[in-house]
């Protein structure tokens, strides 16, 4: 009969040991496993160690293997196990992706994950996981825009310059216009959230009319000024600027961020800033609505107050929409902008890189 190693054990090691077989605030299979080893170093078989313990013998013998090997530390570590075996071939996984990346069905412009199971001749939970661990989300759709701004590398300098390195006893202010905010009133009542089922509201509704927000995001502390007006003119963006030069000290500078809108341009408007030096306006590049921060609050006004929203007129509307910004700047939160100019161009030329190889 084969007679296993003997175990002996320094004082330290069997102090831990006793404390781990103890099993106080300890994982059960390290008190298993400590069992194991002092009733090896007692001088007991493996046969009656696994029958006192209730555990198989391989059990035993394979933890007092790699006790000797490797002494304490093992026991906190599992001995490594095999994988399973896969039950779909790496041949199939890349047929799948390769699919999916490179194909369309007859029938539609992209695949689901039962017409490729049914194409591949695997299950849709197979596709499901796969794509789920490639990344692949063949539902999705974005959109994008290029800019053919002959100044775009400049102006982008400009205004990411402005979010990554504001100037000195100036505030940065992102301002924009969200026109056309319609008043609308549902026909019916909205229909209360309940446990599994959503919030309902009819299709049917009234138009009564329009408000145009005028915006300017503070990009030091998040705080939000903000006016309704019913048309946005040149006229309409000379009276927001008037009042951003009320509503902020007079002793800094303001860094005006806008877009390029003939408003902003308008000679009477150029004329009003040289009358007020502290103002400085910043263009971002054409079709890159995205460089200004303030759509990001537009899109998050847009979400939880105006979309759901059921307004009876105009005054209504500008009603709820000065209440959230009278909320929201009592616990305002700043838009962090942590792209630098290198990072953006960097991921323009890759776009453009995959759209040359499209044509």
Request: hydrophobic share 40%.
């Amino acid at each position: 009969m084969r007679v296993a190693e003997a175990i002996r054990l320094s004082p330290e090691e069997r102090a831990v040991l006793d404390k781990w077989a103890a099993g106080r605030r300890v994982p059960l299979r390290l008190v298993q496993r400590a069992q194991i080893i002092c009733k090896a170093a007692q001088g007991l078989l493996s046969k009656d160690i696994a029958r006192t313990l209730h555990i198989s013998r391989p059990t035993v013998q394979l933890w007092r293997q790699r006790f000797l090997a490797l002494r304490l530390p093992v026991l906190e570590k599992d001995a490594p196990r095999p994988g399973r075996i896969p039950r779909i071939s790496h041949r199939k996984v890349q047929a799948a992706i390769h699919a999916t990346l490179h194909t369309t069905p007859p029938d539609a412009t992209h695949w689901s994950a039962r017409s490729m199971a049914q194409a591949q001749g695997l299950s849709k939970d197979t596709i499901h996981r796969i794509w789920k661990q490639h990344h692949l989300k063949p539902h999705l759709l974005e959109t994008f825009k290029l800019s053919r701004d002959k100044r775009f590398v400049e102006k982008l300098h400009d205004v990411v310059g402005l979010y990554l390195n504001p100037p000195d006893k100036a505030l940065v202010l992102c301002v924009d216009e969200k026109s056309q905010i319609q008043a609308l009133d549902r026909t019916q009542p909205l229909l209360p959230l309940r446990p599994g089922v959503p919030a309902r509201q009819t299709h049917d509704y009234k138009r009564n009319g329009t408000t145009n927000l005028f915006a300017a995001l503070n990009m030091l502390d998040g705080t939000v000024i903000g006016d309704c007006m019913p048309r946005h003119r040149h006229q309409e963006f000379i009276r927001f600027l008037q009042l951003i030069s009320v509503k902020t000290p007079l002793e800094l500078d303001l860094h005006l961020i806008v877009d390029n809108y003939g408003t902003h341009k308008h000679p009477r408007v150029q004329s009003w800033l040289k009358r007020h030096p502290r103002f400085h306006l910043h263009f971002i590049p054409t079709s890159s609505s995205w460089l200004n921060m303030v759509e990001r609050w537009f899109r998050e006004i847009t979400d939880k107050r105006i979309r759901r929203g059921s307004f009876q007129n105009v005054p209504d509307l500008i009603a709820a929409i000065n209440h959230y910004i009278q909320t929201h700047n009592q616990n305002p939160k700043v838009f962090v902008w942590s792209a630098s100019v290198e990072r953006i161009m960097a991921k323009i030329a890759k776009c453009k890189e995959a759209l040359e190889t499209l044509h």
